[in-house]
């Protein structure tokens, strides 16, 4: 029944954020745009795309070593991209999933192979916190513009409109997270937590191979970079963005596909569109519809092959038992 709900929510949140994006720009000035994309670039971002998964994959396997299992990169692809078809209908439902999937494939514990998806993560988050200060330091002009016109409630104006909020919402999390600090689920939790961070730990500092976890770790970013970047040059608009740009609206994109809507979407455009409005000057229409091309190309990737991967998957398993 929760996992119902889970559904239902991103499902709507989804629809209810395209459906105001839609509200403020015109469908058909955004698709006189998306039409003319040149396809030679968005293919050889999904060519980079399947690259970065396949790498992932390897990662994946180097995690698992440590904790005794070594599973084929066949099977640790096909469960990954099983796991980024199944999070297209249940945010963060396909990390389960391809546990799940690698379980019965080569009988690796869920236990185990979770708490090495809890150490991608983790370092992921680390990469991108890293991306983050880096686009800081290198845009440094362009982010304080940004918070001067905010703080003065010039346009675009959305720190100022915002920030009280988040952080009152912030405050009183806090409060709540003191309050309730010996309460007995939240004690459950956080041992559940702390054991889950000791496994995904030692899965990292047993690594028998670290140079070739830190390159697949960097071969990572760098495609999701040129994922994002090479498909600039897909449309005339965002064609002359610089090589800095590529790192910010990689950041935004992130930011938006960690809202737990439906496979990113409206999310994601809300976020990158914002970026490229924002920092680099585009309109509306224009920043929706390098969203849409972006979003619309690995969505269809990920549908195809993750659900291809899932139909192998199961034949694969039901061969095993």
Same mark, same amino acid.
């Given at each position: 029944?929760?996992?119902?709900?889970?559904?239902?929510?991103?499902? /709507?949140? %989804?629809?209810?954020?395209?459906?105001?994006?839609?509200?403020?720009?015109? *469908?058909? $000035?955004?698709?006189?745009?998306?039409?003319?994309?040149?396809?030679?670039?968005?293919?050889?971002?999904?060519?980079?795309?399947?690259?970065?998964?396949?790498?992932?994959?390897?990662?994946?396997?180097?995690?698992?070593?440590?904790?005794?299992? &070594?599973?084929?990169?066949?099977?640790?692809?096909?469960? /990954?991209?099983?796991?980024?078809?199944?999070?297209?209908?249940?945010?963060?439902?396909?990390?389960?999933?391809? +546990?799940?999937?690698?379980?019965?494939?080569?009988?690796?514990?869920?236990?185990?192979?979770?708490?090495?998806?809890?150490?991608?993560?983790?370092?992921?988050?680390?990469?991108?916190?890293?991306?983050?200060?880096?686009?800081?330091?290198?845009?440094?002009?362009?982010?304080?513009?940004? !918070?001067?016109?905010?703080?003065?409630? &010039?346009?675009?104006?959305?720190?100022?409109?915002?920030? *009280?909020?988040? +952080?009152?919402?912030?405050?009183?999390?806090?409060?709540?997270?003191? !309050?309730?600090?010996?309460?007995?689920?939240?004690?459950?939790?956080?041992?559940?937590?702390?054991?889950?961070?000791? $496994?995904?730990?030692?899965?990292?500092?047993?690594?028998?191979?670290?140079? $070739?976890?830190?390159?697949?770790?960097?071969? !990572?970013?760098?495609?999701?970079?040129?994922?994002?970047?090479?498909?600039?040059?897909?449309?005339?608009?965002?064609?002359?963005?610089?090589?800095?740009?590529?790192? /910010?609206?990689?950041?935004?994109?992130?930011?938006?596909?960690?809202? *737990? %809507?439906?496979?990113?979407?409206?999310?994601?455009?809300?976020?990158?569109?914002?970026?490229?409005?924002?920092?680099?000057?585009?309109?509306?229409?224009?920043?929706?519809?390098? %969203?849409?091309?972006?979003?619309?190309?690995?969505?269809?990737?990920?549908? /195809?092959?993750?659900?291809?991967?899932?139909?192998?998957?199961?034949?694969?398993?039901?061969?095993?038992?």
């Amino acid at each position: 029944m929760k996992k119902s709900y889970q559904i239902i929510f991103s499902l /709507v949140l %989804a629809a209810a954020m395209i459906a105001a994006i839609f509200y403020f720009v015109d *469908p058909k $000035e955004t698709w006189d745009r998306i039409k003319n994309a040149n396809p030679y670039w968005i293919l050889l971002a999904l060519g980079i795309s399947i690259l970065s998964h396949l790498s992932r994959a390897r990662r994946w396997n180097l995690l698992m070593e440590p904790l005794g299992y &070594k599973p084929s990169l066949r099977n640790t692809f096909l469960a /990954v991209m099983t796991g980024y078809f199944g999070n297209i209908f249940i945010p963060r439902g396909g990390e389960v999933m391809r +546990c799940v999937v690698l379980s019965n494939a080569d009988k690796v514990p869920i236990a185990s192979s979770f708490a090495t998806v809890v150490a991608e993560r983790i370092i992921d988050l680390l990469c991108l916190a890293l991306l983050v200060l880096f686009s800081l330091f290198l845009e440094y002009d362009k982010f304080l513009a940004l !918070i001067e016109n905010g703080l003065k409630g &010039k346009e675009p104006g959305i720190i100022s409109q915002y920030l *009280p909020w988040i +952080c009152g919402a912030g405050i009183v999390f806090l409060i709540l997270l003191v !309050i309730f600090r010996n309460n007995f689920i939240i004690l459950k939790i956080k041992k559940f937590v702390i054991q889950l961070f000791t $496994e995904a730990y030692l899965s990292f500092i047993k690594l028998e191979r670290k140079k $070739e976890f830190l390159f697949h770790t960097v071969f !990572i970013w760098v495609a999701y970079y040129f994922m994002t970047y090479l498909v600039f040059f897909s449309l005339p608009f965002t064609s002359n963005l610089g090589p800095l740009a590529g790192l /910010v609206i990689l950041i935004a994109g992130a930011i938006g596909m960690s809202v *737990p %809507a439906s496979g990113g979407a409206g999310s994601f455009h809300f976020f990158v569109a914002l970026g490229l409005t924002m920092f680099y000057g585009l309109s509306q229409n224009d920043g929706i519809a390098y %969203a849409f091309v972006l979003h619309s190309s690995q969505f269809a990737l990920t549908l /195809v092959v993750g659900g291809v991967c899932a139909i192998i998957s199961f034949f694969v398993i039901t061969k095993k038992q």
